[in-house]
């Protein structure tokens, strides 16, 4: 019993992150993926390489269901009632699913811009939990488009900007939309889970300012995706670089690798306040 639970015990800060950048970088081998220059011209993002990926695997089963995510923010668990969460990039559900089973507390808002991946996760959530009432999905790709109205509108949207400095809790939790009974106004938490690195880089600036738009003052936005280093990145040939730090799959899905300044000065750019940004041990996504 006590094996079983030091076993089952998470880990998110014991990645002995200058180690691995020392090998790296003195490796002649891996030293394409050090370099700046490159013609990078080669590749035009969009989002029809998803909807292929999700068509090829229908059966929704490609991507496990991440259940760390609860042991890694556990501000979900212990939320309010009536919480709204936006999770952006739900593939095929494996982010949402835990999130509906381990809170009861949450609406998960779900988007994706692949109308398949919408049908693959709506598929995987009626499989394993009966009875979802505080679900809703809809397509959207946030590194073009800005989030519908209902999410937020421009009166709420204006409403977060002006009292982003001094949101209280009170507002957070409290806050209704008082010009559009369709609008949610707002969410208290956005979720980006392996999903900014799919976004062209030169498009996330606009699409992290899209998030902070619709989350209330004093939300959280949950971010976690590829490192820099990541053994995922060291396996891409020089060909598959389509820019720094920056690689195109054989299916033509894009994947970008974060150091934690870049990540840094993205998500600060767009007006949020660094709570907690670190390098986790490397784990299997």
Known sequence: MEKRDEA????????????????VENDPSLSHHLHHHQDFSKYSPNSQPWQDFHSRHSSGKFFKERRYLLKEFPELVSCGENSKLLEIGCGNGSTVLPILRGSKNITVYACDCSSEALVRTKENIDRAIDNVDNFR??????????????????????????????????????????????????????????????????????????????????????????????????????????????????????????????ARKLFTDAGFIEVNLLVPILCCD
């Open 8 to 23: 089952g015990e998470y880990h998110s800060k014991d990645f002995e992150w200058e180690f691995l950048k020392n090998i």
């Open 137 to 262: 999905s809809f397509c959207c790709d946030f590194s073009t488009s800005a989030f519908p109205d209902w999410v937020a509108c421009d009166h709420c949207r204006d409403k977060f900007l002006v009292n982003d400095s001094g949101g209280s809790e009170s507002m957070r939790v409290n806050y209704k939309c008082s010009l559009n009974e369709h609008c949610i106004g707002g969410v208290d938490f956005v979720t980006l889970i392996f999903t900014l690195s799919a976004v062209s880089k030169d498009r996330m600036p606009r699409a992290i300012k899209e998030c902070f738009a619709v989350l209330k003052p004093g939300g959280l936005l949950l971010f976690r995706d590829y490192g820099l280093y990541d053994m995922t990145m060291l396996r891409f040939e020089p060909e598959k670089r389509v820019g720094f730090r920056e690689y195109v799959r054989s299916d033509g899905t894009l994947s970008y690798f974060f150091c934690l300044d870049t």
